[in-house]
């Protein structure tokens, strides 16, 4: 279930990284739209980046591995459990996906199931549901009214005001907002997401009506019709949101074309999150030593050394040359059924893994030495909770192998093994 945490926390890191880049470069400009489209592009993001792997080649000289077979180890273990952590972690956050997604849809449906009581009617290409019970509020088309008189100045801006959230659909964003709730519902940052975004749709609103109507008054209409009820939380409430705020707002300069430079930061920014959250390392052979591009050469002495092609250049293979592929490949003191007795004899499955209920492969490059023995030991995939170490302790104490050799001379060859933790 490694892929459930790293959803967890990669997730929450992009909303952290996109709200404090929101809140420090974007949040004071009048570009409503593209803020908005920020907004929904961070969360999107935190939903898709953690499920995306992208394999990046890095060169590296006379560096590449030959693969051994997968051990597995801690088949069984699980019986003697007496208590797995992680399973209830992951329980509590069903649960917890549960019953968001339960709220959110009984919200839906009870204001699904009072439109449906309320006769409605068209007005200038809007429709409109009267009754004396609703506080003026959107729902995807359809504009709910406590009262609506034809003659009434003020009720033309409220109508303007909600007609703007339904021409910029405005609902389906608060839609994807609650399902993205229920998912991240451990996370405060997503009441802060709403709130931000709730408060751009305001904005826009509010913008759309000063193009018709006077500042002064309808800055005067927001004041008379604040209210501490916040309606339905599927809904835009005309007065739903602080009201000090949207008037600064309508009374701020507007943001000049130069201040768009701004949002070319996100260029690097989107690109920092795929690069850290969503690359793995991978180490090419553009420059290992292969068989086939060795020679052996006779030198002014009579003694024969070893020559390999590296970057189209015949070089001296000197000890410290590490080979990919060799003609005689290192082996195991005792062969392959030695070193499976050796990793189960020796290897423990951590306390913290089973706890957490942790699975998967890690896997390790080696070097095998010209005198067998093991170094350079590294985990190049790991799982976490304390799996890799132990991976780590075990093949860095490992007995010396018989080394590689090379038209008969021993040569350093690197080495990668999986080694996978596997509860019952």
Not at 27 to 38: A, S
Not at 227 to 250: C, E, P, Y
Not at 274 to 279: E, I, T
């Amino acid at each position: 279930m490694k892929w459930l945490i790293d959803f967890w926390v990669e997730g929450s890191l992009i909303l952290s990284l996109g709200l404090l880049f929101y809140k420090l470069v974007l949040e004071k400009l009048t570009f409503f739209d593209w803020n908005r489209v920020f907004l929904l592009s961070i969360m999107g993001m935190a939903l898709v980046i953690p499920f995306l792997s992208f394999q990046l080649s890095e060169s590296q000289p006379v560096l590449q591995e030959f693969l051994l077979p997968t051990f597995e180890f801690g088949q069984g273990i699980a019986e003697s459990q007496t208590f797995n952590w992680f399973e209830l972690l992951l329980w509590v956050y069903i649960i917890g996906v549960g019953i968001s997604l339960i709220r959110t849809g009984l919200g839906l449906v009870k204001l699904i199931f009072q439109l449906q009581l309320v006769e409605k009617f068209k007005y200038q290409g809007l429709v409109l549901a009267v009754h004396p019970k609703f506080e003026p509020a959107s729902f995807f088309g359809i504009i709910l009214l406590p009262s609506f008189n034809p003659e009434d100045p003020d009720h033309h801006q409220i109508l303007l005001h909600e007609s703007v959230h339904v021409k910029k659909k405005h609902s389906w964003d608060l839609l994807f907002t609650h399902l993205f709730k229920s998912l991240f519902w451990f996370n405060p940052l997503v009441i802060l997401f709403e709130k931000l975004l709730r408060e751009v749709h305001e904005f826009q609103a509010d913008h759309g009506v000063i193009g018709s109507y006077s500042q002064f008054d309808y800055s005067r209409l927001l004041l008379r019709l604040i209210v501490q009820d916040r309606g339905w939380q599927l809904a835009h409430s005309f007065n739903q949101f602080q009201t000090k705020k949207r008037i600064l707002m309508m009374n701020r300069e507007k943001s000049n074309s130069v201040a768009k430079s701004r949002f070319l930061m996100i260029v690097p920014l989107v690109a920092m999150m795929v690069l850290v959250f969503a690359c793995d390392q991978n180490i090419s052979d553009e420059n290992a030593i292969k068989p086939e591009n060795t020679v052996e050469i006779i030198n002014e002495n009579g003694d024969t050394e070893l020559h390999g092609m590296v970057n189209g250049k015949l070089v001296e293979i000197g000890a410290d040359e590490i080979f990919d592929v060799v003609e005689d490949m290192p082996t195991p003191t005792g062969g392959m059924s030695a070193w499976g007795e050796y990793l189960m004899a020796n290897l423990k499955y951590p306390d913290k893994a089973k706890q957490m209920g942790i699975e998967g492969t890690v896997v390790l490059a080696f070097v095998v030495n010209t005198d067998g023995s093991i170094s350079d030991v590294e985990i190049l995939r790991g799982i976490g909770a304390g799996c890799d170490e132990e991976a780590h302790r075990v093949v860095q104490n490992a007995p010396n192998w018989e080394p590689g050799k090379q038209r008969g001379q021993a040569v350093r060859t690197r080495m990668r093994l999986p080694i996978r933790f596997k509860l019952s």
